[in-house]
């Protein structure tokens, strides 16, 4: 069911960069993701989407983050992404991650304090330094 609606998430934006396989993108988040760093985001007790926090060497990624297109454009994301990076922010943790090239949630990313670190052709990675309130 995760895989399936990341498939369906990700089309466009895999299509517009030549880059869709109705394979591999399924088989590409089964190997990566890792549950016990992952929270299924719910709505009403509906499943919509998906979010993971990977510590890792001097930080924690960003991953697998999506919303059902239906749930999207209302702030349900900022706020799943808000509360993940108060946590990280109380922790002194530095976040990454990675977006493709032209996607809308790089927007988003920057609305909440991601810079770019460096870009390929593909993806562009981001990091965001921990805020001290």
């Not at 988003?108 to 330094?129: A, I, W």
């Amino acid at each position: 069911m995760i895989a399936e609606l990341r498939a369906v998430v990700m089309r466009p934006d895999l299509v517009r960069l030549g880059r869709f396989d109705e394979h591999r993108v399924r088989q590409r988040f089964r190997d990566a993701y890792v549950p016990e760093h992952a929270w299924v985001i719910e709505l009403g007790g509906a499943f919509g989407g998906c979010v993971a926090l990977r510590p890792a060497e001097g930080c924690h990624w960003l991953e697998h983050f999506f919303l059902d297109p239906a749930w999207q454009g209302r702030g349900i994301g900022s706020g799943v992404l808000r509360e993940l990076l108060e946590r990280c922010d109380r922790e002194g943790t530095v976040v990454r991650l990675n977006v493709l090239q032209g996607s809308a949630a790089r927007r988003l990313y920057e609305r909440h304090g991601f810079v770019t670190e460096r870009e390929d052709e593909v993806d562009v990675f981001m990091v965001r330094h921990p805020c001290h309130r």
